[in-house]
């Protein structure tokens, strides 16, 4: 099944789900299939498969969106970059790094990530 036959599939799922789901549960579950819509509609939803498909590799590591040879490559890259993907990872010097970009302070940090191995999801 393609990613655009799977979206909608896994929004029907969260809209069953949220029947018979407490009130907390609730808001949880519309956040969850909200945000699978802002992916669709801002133009992520390319980015999104290959995260996805990137996650089911055999290799299993979470993907990074670029690899540096330097801190000072990196920060200046952190610094440069219009709108830094907070959250995402980077390689620095074969190191995982996270990127926080908190826009409404105008603020960039590249903190090192305790590992990029894949989250467990049971």
Do not use: C
Not at 59 to 88: N, Y
Not at 90 to 102: A, D, H, M, N
């Amino acid at each position: 099944m393609n990613m655009h036959e799977l979206l909608p599939k896994v929004q029907e799922l969260l809209v069953r789900l949220r029947a018979g789901a407490s009130s907390e549960d609730k808001e949880l579950l519309a956040v969850a299939y909200f945000a699978l819509d802002f992916i669709e509609v801002s133009g992520n939803f390319y980015p999104f498969e290959a995260f996805l498909q990137s996650w089911n590799s055999p290799e299993g590591a979470i993907p990074t969106v670029a690899s540096f040879g330097s801190r000072e490559e990196a920060e200046t890259w952190l610094k440069d970059h219009p709108e830094p993907p907070h959250g995402a990872y980077v390689l620095v010097s074969g190191q995982p790094y996270s990127v926080f970009y908190f826009r409404h302070l105008n603020r960039r940090l590249l903190l090192p990530a305790p590992s990029l191995e894949k989250r467990a999801l049971d």
